[in-house]
């Protein structure tokens, strides 16, 4: 069974756009980039993430760490919501 909304082409399309609308906003001064994580405020920041890829301008600011950590976490709330979904509470 297929779970995806998007095919992958799509998808990347999708990222590639919200990408490029991130680095138009931050050079409009729309978008500030902040100097470090804004998860654990420590390291560097090295990668964006977009929780909603339909809201460009809501994107977080990351170590390279902590995405791969933001990403985990986001997968498995997504995981247990097709299970509640299929199963129901
Ligand atoms: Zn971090």
Known sequence: MKL????????ITLHN???AQTKKAIREGI????????RCRTSK???EHH?????PLDAM???????????R???MKRDIE???RKYGD
Request: hydrophobic share 25%; glycine share 2%.
């Open 4 to 11: 995806s909304k998007y095919k992958r082409t799509d998808t």
């Open 17 to 19: 756009k919200v990408r």
């Open 31 to 38: 978008l500030i980039r902040p100097e470090f994580c804004q």
């Open 45 to 47: 920041v090295e990668e």
């Open 51 to 55: 929780r909603d890829y339909s809201n």
């Open 61 to 71: 600011w990351l170590c390279r760490k902590c995405h791969i950590e933001v990403g």
């Open 73 to 75: 976490e986001e997968k």
């Open 82 to 84: 097709i299970v509640r």
